[in-house]
C-alpha cells in the first residue's frame, strides 16, 4: 500500500542569534506586521488628507495596544492559575512565549479608542482601517507560527499534510501521522480578507460610504475563519480536552456576532457621500 505524500517540516526558527540571544523568525514577523500596518495607516492619512501627527501617532498607539494585549491575553486567558499566582512572570516570563489574538484584538480596541480620542477622529473611522493591517498583520503572525511549528491541527492523510518533527506536542501525540498545517489556512484566509477590505476601501471607498462595513467584514474574516479552523486545530492547554468549543472558539463568537451587527448596521444606514475623515485635521504640507 502507498504511503500518503506528507511535508517534513524541520524549519529552524531562530533567524540568528546575539551570543545567548536568538532571535526567532516568530519575532520578525511580529515586527513585519506592525511596520506593514504603520504603513498602511500612512496610506490612509494621505489618501485623506490627514496630518502626519495621526499617522505617526497609530503607531505607537495601535504597537502597544496589540502587544501588550496580545500577552495579557494570554496569561489570562489560558493560564490564569499560572500568572494570578506569579505575576511578575507576565513580564520576566515573555521570551518563553504566550501571545493571544484575541488579546491583541482587545488591546488593539482599546488603543484605538484612545488613539481616536487624541486625534479627534470618530471611532468607526479607525476600527474600518485598522482591519485592513489587521488582515495583513494576522496572515505574517500566523507564518511566525509556522516556522515555530506550533498551533497545527489534527491528523490527516491529505497530501499537503505536515509532520513537524521539530515539535515535542506532535513526537509525543501524532508521530508518525501528518497533521493539518492550520497556520496555512489561516494564513491564507487572512490574506484573503485584507485583500477584500483593500478593494473595498481603494476601489469602492467602501470606508467613507457605509462606516463600519470594513469592520464588520474584517471581524468575519479573522474571527469566523478562527472560529471554523479550530475544528481540525489541536487544543492549546490540556483544559480544552472536555470542552465542546475550545478556548478560541469561545472568545471567537463575540467577534463574530458584533461583525455581523456592525454590516447590518453599515449598510441599513443611508450611503454617505465621501468626505474628509476629520474637518479638525491638518493637512500635510506640499
Known amino acids: 500500500?502507498?504511503?500518503?505524500?506528507?511535508?517534513?517540516?524541520?524549519?529552524?526558527?531562530?533567524?540568528?542569534?546575539?551570543?545567548?540571544?536568538?532571535?526567532?523568525?516568530?519575532?520578525?514577523?511580529?515586527v513585519l506586521a506592525i511596520l506593514a500596518g504603520a504603513k498602511?495607516?500612512?496610506?490612509?492619512?494621505?489618501?485623506e488628507g490627514l496630518s502626519e501627527k495621526v499617522s505617526e501617532s497609530i503607531f505607537l498607539y495601535g504597537t502597544l495596544a496589540?502587544?501588550?494585549?496580545?500577552?495579557?491575553?494570554?496569561?489570562?486567558?489560558?493560564?490564569?492559575?499560572?500568572?494570578?499566582s506569579r505575576p511578575w512572570t507576565i513580564i520576566t516570563g515573555f521570551?518563553?512565549?504566550g501571545l493571544a489574538s484575541h488579546g491583541a484584538a482587545i488591546g488593539l480596541l482599546?488603543?484605538?479608542?484612545?488613539?481616536?480620542?487624541?486625534?479627534?477622529l470618530p471611532y468607526i473611522w479607525s476600527l474600518d482601517r485598522i482591519m485592513i493591517a489587521v488582515g495583513i498583520g494576522g496572515a505574517l503572525v500566523r507564518l511566525g507560527n509556522l516556522f515555530n511549528s506550533e498551533i497545527f491541527g489534527t491528523t490527516t492523510t491529505l497530501p499537503w499534510g505536515f509532520e513537524f518533527v521539530r515539535s515535542h506536542k506532535w513526537v509525543v501525540e501524532y508521530a508518525p501521522a501528518a497533521v493539518h498545517p492550520t497556520q496555512i489556512y489561516e494564513a491564507l484566509c487572512y490574506a484573503a480578507t485584507f485583500a477584500l477590505l483593500a478593494w473595498l476601501y481603494f476601489a469602492r471607498d467602501m470606508a467613507r460610504r457605509r462606516p463600519g462595513v470594513l469592520f464588520g467584514i474584517g471581524l468575519e474574516g479573522i474571527f469566523l475563519t478562527r472560529?471554523?479552523?479550530?475544528?481540525?486545530?489541536?487544543?492549546?492547554?490540556?483544559?480544552?480536552?472536555?470542552?465542546?468549543?475550545?478556548?478560541?472558539?469561545?472568545?471567537?463568537?463575540?467577534?463574530?456576532?458584533?461583525?455581523?451587527?456592525?454590516?447590518?448596521?453599515?449598510?441599513?444606514?443611508?450611503?454617505?457621500?465621501?468626505?474628509?475623515?476629520?474637518?479638525?485635521?491638518?493637512?500635510?504640507?506640499?
Open 66 to 84: 496589540t502587544i501588550i494585549g496580545a500577552r495579557l491575553g494570554h496569561c489570562l486567558f489560558y493560564d490564569p492559575a499560572e500568572y494570578l
Open 110 to 120: 482599546i488603543g484605538l479608542w484612545l488613539f481616536s480620542r487624541k486625534n479627534r
Open 227 to 286: 472560529f471554523l479552523i479550530e475544528f481540525i486545530k489541536t487544543e492549546q492547554e490540556a483544559f480544552e480536552k472536555s470542552w465542546a468549543l475550545d478556548m478560541g472558539q469561545w472568545l471567537s463568537i463575540p467577534f463574530i456576532l458584533l461583525g455581523i451587527y456592525m454590516i447590518w448596521r453599515g449598510f441599513s444606514q443611508p450611503e454617505r457621500l465621501p468626505e474628509p475623515a476629520a474637518r479638525t485635521a491638518k493637512k500635510r504640507k506640499p
Open 40 to 47: 498602511l495607516f500612512d496610506c490612509f492619512c494621505r489618501r
Open 1 to 30: 500500500m502507498t504511503e500518503p505524500l506528507t511535508i517534513v517540516w524541520n524549519f529552524d526558527p531562530v533567524f540568528f542569534r546575539i551570543g545567548t540571544l536568538d532571535i526567532r523568525y516568530y519575532g520578525l514577523m511580529w
Open 95 to 97: 521570551r518563553d512565549g
